[in-house]
C-alpha cells in the first residue's frame, strides 16, 4: 500500500483527498516555493489594496 | 484641543491610537487606555504554545512606544461609560480602573471629545463549567489566547512529551470549548504545531489526536466556509480541510457543543442531539468571545447598557441588527463606518464592535442549543477597521461633525490567514489562505459570494515563509519604527 493510502482506511478520511509523494515534494521544493512566494505575496498584496 | 480615547491597545485599538496620533499632531490628545502592559503579536502564540518562541520573542513594552508617538498611556481597564456626561458637567467621560503596579484599584473619571471601543474579547472560559471562571483559565485545559496561556501550554505540551517518551499514550483534543466559539483558525494551527513537534520528537504513533469543533462543517471557520482556488480548482474549504486533518491522521468531532470539562474528560452535546464525553490527556480548548463587559450611563445616571451594547456585550454600531431570517441576510447588514448610532462620537474597532448576525448558517440541536460558530473580526480585518475609524475620528476632530466618515466593511475586504505547521524555515510548511471578501455577497458574487480570484489556498514552505515575514514585519510596525505607516495592516 502507497503511503498516502494507509489513512483512507479509516472510515472518516474516505471522502477526502490525501496528498501522495509528488504533491509533498512540490511542497518543500526551496525552488518552486520560492516562486510560490513570489505569487502568493503578489495575490496577498492585491487583496491588502482591494481591501482598503 | 480636542481629546480622543482609545480603549484597548490589541490590533484595532493601536491601529486608530497610532495613525490618529500621526495624522493629529499636537493639537489634539489621543489617551490609550489599555490593561495590559505588553503588546502582543497573538497569532506567533502558537509558536509559543509549542515552545517554539518565548513570551519575549511575541511581545513588547507599550509605554516606550506610546511616549516615543506622544500617546497618553493609561494601563487601566475600562468599567463604564457616561456618553452624556453626569451631574456637574455635560461633557462625556469614562471611568477606567488601574490595573498598574502600586496603582491597582484606584479609579479616575476621563473626559472625552471622542472614543474608540477596541476592548477586544473577554476570553469567556466561565461559560463552559470547568474550563474556567470568568475570563480565567481553569486547571483542566491549556490556551494559546495570550503568550502567558501560550507559555503555560508548551509546558504541558512539553510534560505529554515526556510521558510518551516514557511510554505512556497520550490523547490530544484540540478546539473550541464551547457552542458558540470564534477562532477556530488559531485551534486548527495549534494542532498542527503540535502533531508536528509530536513527529520531530518521535512519539507521534503514541499520541492519539482529535479536533472537536463547533462547526457543522469542517472549513466553516465561522464564515459558513469558502470556495477557493486550489491548483487550478475552485475546491470547497471543506475538503481542503479534511484532507488536512487525513493526511495527518487526526480525526474529528464537529457539530459539537462542549458542555462540560473535568480533569481527563469532555462533555459535549451533538447538532443531532446526541450527548457524549471524550477523555483527553492534553486539550487546548478556545474560550467563546464576549464583551468585556463595559456598562453605561446617561445623564442621570440611569443604566443605558443596552442602548450602548448588544446583548453579548459587543458594541452596536451601523448595522442592521434587525432580528431576520438567515435567507434574507445581506452583506450590506454590515457596519460600514463602525459609529454608534445614538452617540455620534463613539466608535468600536475590531472584535468589539456587535455584528448584525453570524456568518455561518444558524444552526442548533433538537434540545434547543446553539452550535454555530460566530463570525472572525480578529487580524486583517480589525487592523483595516482600527485604521478607517482613525480615519474618522480624525476628520471630525479637524473638519467637524459633518466630515466625511470612512468605511470597510468586512463585506468588502478580504482576510489573510497563514496556518503554519512547524517553526523551521526549510522544515515547516504552511497552509496559507485568503479570502475576499470575508462576509460572503451573493449579489455581487452569485457563484459561491466571494471573488474566487482572490479566494485561494495553497500548502508549502512558501505559506511558511509568509507567516516569518508577518511575525516581524507586524512587530516592527506595531513598534512604529521608521517606515512603519508603509506596512499596510
Redesign the interface.
Known amino acids: 500500500m502507497k503511503q498516502e493510502e494507509v489513512n483512507f482506511e479509516q472510515s472518516q478520511f474516505t471522502q477526502t483527498m490525501i496528498p501522495g509523494k509528488f504533491a509533498k515534494a512540490m511542497r518543500t521544493c526551496v525552488l518552486w516555493q520560492l516562486f510560490r512566494f513570489a505569487v502568493l505575496n503578489i495575490k496577498m498584496i492585491i487583496v491588502v489594496q482591494k481591501s482598503h | 484641543m480636542a481629546r480622543l480615547i482609545v480603549l484597548g491597545g490589541g490590533v484595532a485599538g493601536h491601529t486608530t491610537a497610532t495613525f490618529a496620533a500621526k495624522w493629529l499632531g499636537s493639537e489634539h490628545e489621543v489617551v490609550v487606555v489599555t490593561p495590559n502592559a505588553k503588546w502582543n503579536w497573538i497569532p506567533s502564540n502558537i509558536w509559543v504554545g509549542v515552545g517554539r518562541m518565548t513570551k519575549e520573542e511575541v511581545t513588547f513594552d507599550l509605554a516606550p512606544v506610546y511616549a516615543k508617538a506622544g500617546i497618553t498611556y493609561k494601563q487601566a481597564k475600562a468599567v463604564s461609560l457616561n456618553p452624556e456626561g453626569g451631574a456637574t458637567s455635560d461633557k462625556p467621560f469614562v471611568t477606567i480602573e488601574f490595573t498598574e503596579a502600586g496603582r491597582e484599584g484606584q479609579s479616575e473619571n476621563l473626559e472625552y471629545d471622542y472614543i474608540v471601543n477596541a476592548t477586544g474579547p473577554k476570553l469567556n472560559f466561565g461559560a463552559t463549567p470547568g474550563l474556567g471562571e470568568g475570563s480565567n483559565l481553569g486547571e483542566h485545559t491549556v490556551s494559546v489566547c495570550t503568550a502567558d496561556h501560550a507559555v503555560h501550554a508548551s509546558h504541558k505540551l512539553e510534560e505529554a512529551i515526556q510521558k510518551m517518551k516514557g511510554g505512556e499514550r497520550q490523547k490530544f483534543l484540540i478546539g473550541t470549548g464551547h457552542g458558540m466559539c470564534t477562532c477556530q483558525g488559531a485551534a486548527f494551527e495549534y494542532m498542527f504545531n503540535v502533531e508536528h513537534e509530536l513527529n520531530k520528537a518521535g512519539v507521534r504513533d503514541m499520541a492519539d489526536m482529535k479536533w472537536i469543533s463547533n462547526e457543522s462543517f469542517m472549513g466553516d471557520f465561522g464564515m459558513g466556509g469558502l470556495h477557493m482556488k486550489v491548483g487550478g480548482y475552485v475546491v470547497s474549504s471543506k475538503?481542503f480541510t479534511?484532507?488536512l486533518?487525513?493526511?495527518r491522521?487526526v480525526?474529528?468531532l464537529i457539530g459539537a457543543h462542549t458542555n462540560k470539562v473535568e480533569a481527563g474528560k469532555v462533555g459535549y452535546e451533538l447538532l443531532d442531539g446526541t450527548v457524549g464525553e471524550e477523555e483527553f490527556d492534553f486539550a487546548m480548548l478556545i474560550p467563546p468571545f464576549a464583551g468585556v463587559g463595559l456598562k453605561a450611563y446617561d445623564k442621570a445616571g440611569e443604566d443605558i447598557t443596552g442602548v450602548v451594547f448588544a446583548p453579548n456585550g459587543f458594541m452596536k454600531v451601523d448595522a442592521d441588527y434587525a432580528p431576520k431570517a438567515y435567507a434574507d441576510w445581506k452583506a450590506s447588514d454590515w457596519p460600514r463606518t463602525y459609529q454608534n448610532p445614538t452617540y455620534k462620537n463613539m466608535f468600536a474597532a475590531g472584535i468589539a464592535f456587535a455584528p448584525p448576525h453570524i456568518i455561518s448558517k444558524p444552526m442548533s440541536s433538537p434540545n434547543g442549543t446553539p452550535i454555530n460558530p460566530t463570525p472572525p473580526r480578529t487580524g486583517?480585518p480589525s487592523g483595516?477597521i482600527g485604521?478607517a475609524v482613525a480615519h474618522s475620528v480624525c476628520a471630525l476632530m479637524t473638519e467637524g461633525e459633518n466630515a466625511h466618515l470612512h468605511e470597510?466593511s468586512m463585506a468588502?475586504?478580504?482576510?489573510?490567514c497563514v496556518a503554519s505547521a512547524g517553526k523551521g524555515i526549510?522544515s515547516g510548511?504552511a497552509a496559507?489562505m485568503?479570502v475576499?471578501p470575508v462576509v460572503p455577497d451573493y449579489e455581487k458574487y452569485p457563484g459561491t459570494g466571494r471573488d474566487t480570484d482572490?479566494t485561494?489556498g495553497?500548502?508549502?514552505?512558501?505559506?511558511h515563509?509568509?507567516k516569518h515575514v508577518l511575525h516581524h514585519l507586524f512587530i516592527y510596525k506595531a513598534k512604529l519604527n521608521p517606515g512603519w505607516t508603509l506596512i499596510?495592516?
Open positions: 475538503l479534511e484532507s486533518f487525513a493526511e491522521n480525526n474529528w486583517m483595516i485604521k470597510a468588502e475586504m478580504g482576510a489573510a526549510f510548511t496559507a485568503t475576499f482572490y485561494f495553497e500548502i508549502g514552505l512558501a505559506g515563509w509568509i499596510p495592516e
